[in-house]
């Protein structure tokens, strides 16, 4: 895992994840949907939400870029400890809220809005298709917000009444809400 733009640029990380049930993001989709946002979003003005934030590489993408408010999210204990150890090494504990919490309390019990949501739920994750419904709903996202979703091709959201796009790198595919 490696970061690919910003202060920390090329800075890489090794995750003990060989038990875990992460699915990190390819770097190859990574770079495609940071070009995206490189266009779209002011880094350091953006509140971010990392839902099932696994090894943290989005969390640390964007704090790389200038972010200061980043919450991240995730259950696995082993994945929290790890953000926890490399907020450390980064020196970006002022800058990332990690929490260990199960992301669908989490969405439920929150009262904060955000301008930036990435979700990258397991992909065989029974409830995966209800995500997007429960972001709006619970109405997490910031007036002018962005939510993006990372999923594979077995999971379709081009009818969902907030979607905007959808990028498709190889079996990665992020669609787009706002």
């Known amino acids: 895992m490696r ?17 875990w049930p992460t699915r990190p993001t390819t770097d190859f989709a990574k770079e495609g949907l940071f070009n995206i946002l490189n266009n779209r979003i002011d880094f350091e ?10 090894t943290g590489s989005h969390s640390y993408e964007f ?3 200038g972010c200061t408010d980043v919450t991240y999210v995730d259950k696995f204990v082993g994945c929290v400890k790890f953000v926890q150890k ?8 002022d800058s990332i809220h990690v929490l260990r919490w199960d ?19 397991p992909y065989p994750l029974p409830n995966l298709d209800t995500i997007p419904d429960l972001i ?13 979703l990372e999923h594979n091709p077995e999971h379709d ?7 905007k796009e959808l990028r498709n790198y190889g079996k990665t595919m992020f669609s787009f809400f706002e």
Do not use: C, W
């Not at 003005?45 to 696994?54: I, R």
């Not at 709903?137 to 939510?147: C, I, K, W």
């Open 3 to 19: 970061i690919i733009s910003g202060k920390f640029k090329g800075r890489r990380f090794h995750p003990p994840a060989d038990n």
């Open 45 to 54: 003005a953006t509140k971010m939400l990392d839902l099932f934030g696994g």
């Open 63 to 65: 704090i790389s870029r």
């Open 86 to 93: 490399t907020a450390e090494e980064l020196q970006i504990k």
């Open 103 to 121: 992301v669908f309390r989490f969405m439920e019990s929150t009262k904060e809005k955000f301008d930036y949501i990435f979700a990258g739920p």
């Open 136 to 148: 709006f709903q619970h109405q997490l996202l910031a007036e002018e917000g962005l939510f993006v």
């Open 157 to 163: 959201f081009s009818t969902h009444e907030h979607f």
